[in-house]
């Protein structure tokens, strides 16, 4: 069974910079897993964040990049605001188009 | 603007089955797919399956394969899902999500669904 793995919790300052990675038990993240991510508050439904590893969508705030890192897919957030305290998810696609997200990691800005 | 408006909260038997609605606005429906994701307390996000509005095609999550059934009615711009054979281990927030070439882009408000005796 395919498994992908966030780190669970992370902690950063208000004006910081963090890195969230998405790494799948198969091997390396590439392209071709068209990483998504998603931004989720208590009580919300997810919110989209990036698309195929990089792309934003038009409401996605230009502090947050996605990009592939050292094997594993990454969401990295710059300049961090006290509202970017929630919980991210990432989400590979496999062969059959099979999606699988990640666990999540609960960021707190602290 | 781009709406997936879900039906509301369910509470179930065991055994009981479920079928969520998925009323989709500001977009020509068939152009997309609709995908069921649901999350269970304390559980990840977890996809069950999805359809594609133009022709009904679609795909299971092997988990679900058995006891789920997605479907869409283009008149309606809505999709549905029925998930069968309930246990408490169903009990989660189901949600439809628009997918495209812009990845999961527009979620719906994702409705409980309680499993108790």
């Known amino acids: 069974q395919t498994v992908v793995t966030q780190e669970p919790s992370l902690t950063v300052s208000p004006g910081g910079t963090v890195t969230l990675t998405c790494a799948s038990s198969t091997g390396a993240v590439t392209s071709g897993y068209y990483p998504n991510w998603f931004q989720q508050k208590p009580g919300q439904a997810p919110r989209a964040l990036i698309y195929?590893?990089?792309n934003k969508h038009s409401w996605t705030p230009a502090r947050f990049s996605g990009s592939l890192l050292g094997g594993k897919a990454a969401l990295t957030l710059s300049d961090v605001q006290p509202e970017d305290e929630a919980e991210y998810h990432c989400l590979l696609y496999y062969g059959g188009a099979q999606p699988v997200f990640g666990g999540g990691t609960k960021l707190t800005v602290l | 603007q781009v709406q997936l408006v879900q039906s509301g909260a369910e509470v179930k038997k065991p055994g009981a089955s479920v079928k969520v609605s998925c009323k989709a606005s500001?977009?020509?429906?068939?152009?997309?797919?609709v995908h069921w994701v649901r999350r269970a307390p304390g559980q990840r996000l977890e996809w069950m399956g999805w359809?594609?509005?133009?022709?009904?095609?679609?795909k299971y999550s092997q988990k679900f394969q058995d006891r789920v059934t997605i479907t869409r009615d283009t008149s309606a711009n809505t999709a549905y899902m029925e998930l069968s054979s309930l246990t408490s281990e169903d009990t989660a927030v189901y949600y439809c999500?628009?997918?495209?070439?812009?990845?999961?882009?527009?979620w719906g408000q994702g409705p409980l669904v309680t499993v108790s005796s």
């Open positions: 195929s590893t990089s």
């Open positions: 359809i594609k509005a133009a022709n009904g095609d679609t």
């Open positions: 500001g977009y020509t429906f068939t152009n997309y797919a």
């Open positions: 999500v628009r997918g495209g070439s812009s990845g999961y882009d527009y």
